[in-house]
T-cell receptor, first 113, second 113 residues
């Protein structure tokens, strides 16, 4: 295991639901990331947190809302999603924001109905 | 912005043969090039990486080469084994004021016993 856990592993939600994805890293890292992985598309970096401060938001719709209460935990709050938001959402962490080596969690498979 | 192209999208090889996956990038400021292996139901795992000041790096059966002039880098797997079957992703990172990363679209490698 990589030291990065994600829950739930699978999630089915309707377009009017509100749900949250959770990520926890046990590596003592200071930077955490959310990625979206869709079929036949490159991984897309969504958000970057460094020492609990959001440092990047790559034009992600406001229906995705990240939260980083401490350097070990990262959440992605979801509301009023669209079917095209169905994807694998991956969390990753690295020692520092500028550190290249990232450790990924197993992902949450999200299906929006 | 950066564009990373990865080929082939699928690759089948006989066990024991070599496999080569190629990526090209467009941003000459990119300076770190990792390769990830993603098995079914798991997140991407870093298997080898190379920085822009190095032309080649090897780790047992896997190697990566980088041609900065041509802006392409390749993953080489020798003596392939069935457990090498997975999806492989390349990526190009650029550090500086903020970190920028672009991933390739992935190569599904199948090693036939």
């Amino acid at each position: 295991e990589t030291g990065v856990t994600q829950t739930p592993r699978h999630l089915v939600m309707g377009m009017t639901n509100k749900k949250s994805l959770k990520c926890e890293q046990h590596l003592g890292h200071n930077a955490m990331y959310w990625y979206k992985q869709s079929a036949k598309k490159p991984l897309e970096l969504m958000f970057v947190y460094s020492l609990e401060e959001r440092v990047e938001n790559n034009s992600v719709p406001s229906r995705f809302s990240p939260e980083c209460p401490n350097s070990s935990h990262l959440f992605l709050h979801l509301h009023t999603l669209q079917p095209e938001d169905s994807a694998l959402y991956l969390c990753a962490s690295s020692q520092e924001r500028g550190a290249y080596e990232q450790y990924f969690g197993p992902g949450t498979r999200l299906t929006v109905t | 912005g950066e564009n990373v192209e990865q080929h082939p999208s699928t690759l089948s090889v006989q066990e024991g043969d070599s496999a080569v996956i190629k990526c090209t990038y467009s941003d000459s400021a990119s300076n770190y090039f990792p390769w990830y292996k993603q098995e079914l139901g798991k997140g991407p795992q870093l298997i080898i990486d190379i920085r822009s000041n190095v032309g080649e790096k090897k780790d047992q059966r896997i190697a990566v080469t980088l041609n900065k002039t041509a802006k392409h880098f390749s993953l080489h797997i020798t003596e392939t084994q069935p457990e090498d079957s997975a999806v492989y992703f390349c990526a190009a990172f650029r550090s500086g004021g903020y970190q920028k990363v672009t991933f390739g679209t992935g190569t599904k490698l199948q090693v036939i016993p």
